[in-house]
Every structure is written in structure tokens, then in C-alpha cells.
């Protein structure tokens, strides 16, 4: 998910619109990841009809406005927030001991299989962190989603060198089928994914066996070489109804949503 031009270093408070104030790395990026999500359709059809009790994994959790957004929609729905990028999980802990009741947050990445990986992150782009670093086609897409958001092009400019600027180092990796068994989790509700053109790892992850247990998917798409058509039969495959949609600010992007669902 793309976000707004901010600078680096320690955390910063941010006061969401509710007056609810969390921590970030980036506070500019922040805001708007947090009116992105909030404004996203499919994250809202993702929980739409869920209960206290159902389980979320949120895979990309980053510092936990998605995981604070669907436990405000669905108050004791219990979510289990992945992050990997150290920066990222300190707020994401402290953000969930102030908001989060029901938030499980997880130092990890999940992926295909178990293990250890090199992540780059960006430090003035928390948000765009990747196992598959691309920063030429970040640029691109964030400086699409910029105009689309109305900014100053002399801004932009001047920001985009620095905001892919990243650093890599190892981060703890599971997969969906591992944290099943290890936080005791019989059904994912919803499983969704915002992990920056690392989405078919996570559903690598999940396994034959464990895939009758996911009811929901709602992820973010890189369409890179077809990946968004092949998301989608994969998942149609699984006997899931899908669709697909583009937010009105990354239009012109290659970034997609995907929603994909089946009865019970």
C-alpha cells in the first residue's frame, strides 16, 4: 500500500480522526494508510457479517490500523497481526496495549515455508517494505497515487529518491498452516494479506491441508505478470467467489484488490 512523503526516525504520535493517537515511524504515512484502509470496500465486506470470536490473521500488519479498524467493526473478533520490519512491530505492540483488546501481535512474515529472510525495508515508506524489493516500480506507483491524491509534483519529486531508499535484514518467516498450530486457531475468518508483491508466498503457505480452514481472503495484488488473474483462479479453484476492484487513488497503479469468499 502506497502512503504520503514523510521523514525517517523515531516514532512518532499520531491522533487518528476518532482521537484514538498510536505510534508510526512515519506519521505523514500514517494518516493516510489509515484513511485508505478506512475508505477500502473490500476490507469492510471482509468482516461484514463476522462475530465475536472469529479469528482474523492480518499478514502485513505494519504498525495495526487495519487490525484497530476491524476490531472497532466487529467488537471481540480476535485478530493475530504479522509483522516482520522491526520498526513497524514496536508500534504495532504498543498501538495494540492501547487500542487493540482482541490483537495478537506476531513478529514474523509469513510466507512459504518457515524460516529466516532478508526483508528491505524502507524507512520513509514503512508501508512498502518487501521481500521482493522493486524500487523503480514503487516510485512508479507511488508517484501515480500522489497525483491522484492531489499533491504537489515539485513535492513529490523531491521526496520520491529518498523514499526507496531501503536497508535489508533477517526477519523470522512462518506460514499460515504454522501459526494455525501455534496460536491454537481452528478457522481463519478472514486472511488478509497486504504484503508488497510477496501475496503468492502467503497462499504458498497455507497448504492442502489447512485451506478448507480459511472462509475469507482479502488481499492486496501486485499485478505483475499476470499475478492478479492467477490470484484469482487459484482461489476460484478453492471453490472461492472472487472479485477484484481498484481503489480510485491507485488507479493507473498495478496494485488491486482481491475479495474472495465461500459458504460454509
Known amino acids: 500500500m502506497n502512503g504520503s512523503p514523510g521523514a525517517s526516525g523515531d516514532a512518532s504520535e499520531v491522533a487518528l480522526p476518532d482521537a484514538r493517537k498510536v505510534l508510526s515511524p512515519d506519521p ?129 519529486r523531491a521526496f520520491l529518491p529518498a523514499m526507496h531508499q531501503g536497508r535489508s535484514y533477517p526477519v523470522r518467516v512462518t506460514t499460515v498452516s504454522a501459526a494455525l498450530d501455534e496460536h491454537g486457531v481452528e478457522e481463519i475468518a478472514l486472511l488478509k494479506i497486504d504484503v508488497e508483491r510477496a501475496e503468492q508466498d502467503v497462499l504458498d503457505g497455507v497448504g492442502e491441508a489447512a485451506w478448507p480452514r480459511v472462509r475469507r481472503v482479502v488481499a492486496e495484488i501486485h499485478d505483475t505478470d499476470g499475478r492478479l488473474a492467477s490470484v484469482a483462479e487459484q482461489l476460484t479453484g478453492r471453490g472461492f467467489h472472487v472479485e477484484t476492484g481498484q481503489e480510485a487513488l491507485l488507479a493507473g497503479t498495478n496494485v488491486h484488490m482481491l475479495y474472495a469468499a465461500r459458504d460454509h
Open 28 to 156: 505523514h504515512q500514517a494518516a493516510t494508510l489509515w484513511e485508505d484502509i478506512t475508505d477500502n470496500e473490500l476490507y469492510r465486506k471482509g468482516v461484514s457479517g463476522l462475530a465475536a470470536g472469529d479469528v482474523v490473521f492480518d499478514v502485513g500488519a505494519n504498525i495495526g490500523l487495519a487490525a484497530l479498524f476491524f476490531t472497532g467493526l466487529v467488537p471481540g473478533l480476535r485478530v493475530f497481526a504479522f509483522e516482520p520490519a522491526e520498526d513497524c512491530f514496536s508500534c504495532l505492540r504498543e498501538n495494540v496495549a492501547r487500542h487493540g483488546p482482541g490483537i495478537t501481535p506476531v513478529q514474523a512474515a509469513l510466507g512459504a515455508e518457515p524460516g529466516e529472510r532478508d526483508l528491505t525495508y524502507y524507512p520513509r515508506s514503512p508501508a512498502q517494505s518487501s521481500f521482493y524489493p522493486d524500487a523503480e516500480e514503487d516510485r512508479r506507483n507511488t508517484s501515480v497515487y500522489l497525483a491522484n491524491a492531489g499533491f504537489d509534483e515539485e513535492l513529490a
